[in-house]
């Protein structure tokens, strides 16, 4: 086994080996270094900085030019005490640049980044529920967040729902499995449902924008298949709500301790695709394969029981492809760990799923757990 300060020594050797250092988090890198190097997967919460000597742990100092501002060895008891100066200062640069309580887009043209000076920050819409805020971020990410949230609520404040006419269409098998919601009522339902439908119009016609034109025609194009699009949204909520409902009542029916973990998986599984918000969360081009998921859990409970030994295989299979997925993410850069690279493979492990528990059911595109894992390791 090699000492700590040789494989130390071979880290530093290899990050300042090229001309630019490298980017992100010190212990996110060192975790990937460790990870090319050794082959071992570290995570960033293993390394405990407070047991290094204070000596030894780097001292950071805020400028204003010439003015230290504050000075620390916390970087983000730091940033987070610097926060609300800095947001006062943005905002006083900015001038008019904000808003609050927008209802119309009746503020010219949004740029996409603000400098004033030394100071940069990046303006995006904010979704405030009745209104919206022209809000200035500290980093693009952050901006590109929240744009779409705000673009989507601007629009539909100036649209008519679809809900009343929507729900009047349904039928009483209908409303009575849409009832069965996370949500905690039938009208969270259904305002998931209309913001699911614009985020999917939105993306289809290109957006978000930022000009007043280009939100206008944006707008006309939304509103014009809104109700279409809801309707389609609701169908789909329909079907996985009436699935995920009796797999509920099943998983409710005891059939024995041996059972239990597969169980356990089966609920886990089914809450982290039906929960409230969920129809937004996974976009119009998901639901028809949530509901395939959903196929799938009750594929399993129907023959789980007559071969409880392979399911209990086939779900270490799923747990340990989960755990590599869930280290990778650690690795990862906050905003990288919801890119949509990483969100794929969370998908993927979702088919993997169907491909272990309900070969019958069929996956779109050949899935994996050598497939999964070439994946997990080029994210990092």
Partial sequence: MCAAPNVAAEVLAKLGAGDAAPEGDVLEVLARELLRLR???VSPDTFDLEKIPSHLRMTFRIVDHSRVLAIGK???ALQRQLRPKLRATLSARAGSLTRKGATTWDFGTLP????????KAYPALADAGTSVDVRLYETADAARAAMPAGTRRLIL???RSPVKDIAARLNTVQKLALSNNPHGGVAAMFADAVDCAADGLIADAGGPVWDAAGFAALADKVRAGLYAATWEVTCSAEEILRRAHAVHVRLDTPRGQALAPAEDDIRAQLGGLVYAGFLTAAGTRRLPAIARYLRGMEHRLDKFA????????QMAIVHRVEDEYRDALALLPAAARSGQAAQEIRWMIEELRVSLFAQTI????????RRIRNAIEHLV
């Fill in 112 to 119: 996409q980044v603000f400098t004033d000076g030394d100071v």
């Fill in 157 to 159: 404040l100036g649209a």
């Fill in 39 to 41: 082959g071992v997967r």
């Fill in 74 to 76: 916390d970087l983000e």
């Fill in 306 to 313: 007559d071969n409880a030994g392979r399911d209990a295989q």
């Fill in 362 to 369: 069929g996956t779109p595109l050949p899935v994996s757990e």
